[in-house]
């Protein structure tokens, strides 16, 4: 009995390492990139170097935070995620092409955290938004019994090779835990575009406990 208990704090801990490792994995680009811009702009343009960094921060802040959840609020991640889209508009002086629409009916539902932050960040790190004629698109809902979300943009670079899918390939290893046999997702691209599509049910999401305790 002793063994078994033994081997099976040792399971838990391996698994939760793991997940800090893959929640780890974000943000890397969009750190350099706003530091970078923050360093540029700290004397030419000090209000924006300073907006830049309360949302820096504010985002930084949610990821080490929401390290100690499974889930979190839905609407929590959305806020975070509109620092994410007005920090990029900072950095490009509002001049990215994005259409985010939101069709929330469960206003208490909760999700994987970093999930939709890292799909945006990469929608921005890979995606050509300066076309206003095709512009990228965020689409989220959230019903009694299910979260939705797709997005779609232009590809800047060329297809990104397995090496350079290690964001995608976590998000999916991370799902697989959390909601086993309740989720879809899927990537791929298609006469320039790319696009991620991720659905999630959540009907019996209280039954899914923390491994953490």
């Given amino acids: ?44 343009s000090p209000e924006q170097a300073d907006e830049a960094m309360e949302k820096l921060t504010l985002i930084m802040d949610y990821a080490l935070e929401s390290n ?62 300066l076309d206003p004629s095709r512009p990228a698109l965020i689409e989220l809902g959230a019903s009694a019994d299910r979260i939705t979300f797709h997005t779609r943009n232009l590809i800047k670079d060329k297809l990104k090779s397995k090496r350079e899918q290690t964001g995608l390939r976590n998000i999916e290893q991370r799902l697989a835990k959390s909601y086993p046999g309740q989720y879809a997702f899927s990537f791929g691209s298609d006469d320039g575009y790319f696009h991620t599509q991720l659905s999630i049910s959540i009907s019996n999401i209280h039954q899914i406990e923390d491994i953490r305790e």
């Fill in 68 to 129: 100690k959840e499974i889930f979190v609020p839905l609407i929590k991640e959305i806020e975070h995620l509109e620092y994410l889209i007005a920090l990029n508009q900072l950095r490009y002086a509002q001049n990215l092409n994005l259409n985010f629409t939101k069709s929330i009916t469960n206003h208490h539902c909760k999700i994987l955290p970093i999930i939709l932050l890292t799909l945006v960040e990469n929608l921005f790190k890979h995606g050509n938004l």
């Fill in 1 to 44: 009995m002793q063994q078994k208990l033994e081997n099976e704090q040792l399971r838990t801990s391996l698994v939760t390492i793991e997940k800090d490792y893959l929640r780890a994995q974000i943000n890397p680009h969009l750190l350099y990139n706003t530091l970078s811009f923050i360093k540029v702009n700290a004397i030419r």
